[in-house]
Each structure stands twice: as structure tokens, then as C-alpha cells.
């Protein structure tokens, strides 16, 4: 099953990422926020925090991101929202049955 990590960031002075805001609208807008199975936090004022630490991890320098474990057992990193949603129709159209005459 694929499990979906959506980070969000929180600016130094604690604002809100507009960026990621635009993302979390589209999400919804285009139905995709079921498939995120967890939100993390990239809190700039907090190196430790998890967001943070995801981003570490994958060399991601820009919020938001998405971190895709498929069932393929690879991890798949997105920065850019568009290549999100066509991986994750791709996905979606694979996962479907195909329907034979």
C-alpha cells in the first residue's frame, strides 16, 4: 500500500507557508488529500522538528514536498505539486482493473 507524507513548512516567524496553503487547496480541490496519510511539519524555528528532518533526509530544499512510499518499496520524493498528482493518477489508473470485452 502506498503511504503518502505531505510536509508543510512554518516560516521563522511563524507564519504559514502560502506556498504549501496553495498545495493543501489543490489537495482538496482535486481530491487528493485522501491519499495523504500523514502531514509534517517543517518548522523552521525547530531543525529538529519533523519536516525539518525529512528534508534533511532528502536533500529537499524547498516546501512543500511529498515523500511516497510505494509498493514497490521505493521512496519517491516530490517537490513540485504537478508531478505529484500525474505520479499519483498514474497510480490510481494502474490500481483500476482494466475492463476486457
Known amino acids: 500500500m502506498t503511504h503518502v507524507i505531505f510536509v508543510k513548512k512554518i516560516l521563522a516567524d511563524g507564519a504559514p507557508c502560502k506556498k504549501c496553503n496553495e498545495v493543501s487547496d489543490r ?40 515523500v511516497v512510499e510505494n509498493d514497490a518499496d521505493e521512496t ?5 505539486y504537478f508531478k505529484f498528482k500525474g505520479y499519483m493518477a498514474e497510480l490510481n489508473n494502474t490500481d483500476k482493473p482494466s475492463s476486457s470485452l
Open 76 to 80: 519517491l520524493v516530490f517537490d513540485i
Open 27 to 66: 489537495l482538496v480541490k482535486d481530491e487528493l488529500m485522501a491519499s495523504i496519510n500523514h502531514i509534517a511539519i517543517a518548522d523552521q524555528r525547530d531543525p529538529e522538528s519533523e519536516g525539518m528532518r525529512l528534508a534533511l533526509e532528502y536533500k529537499v530544499e524547498r516546501a512543500p514536498f511529498f
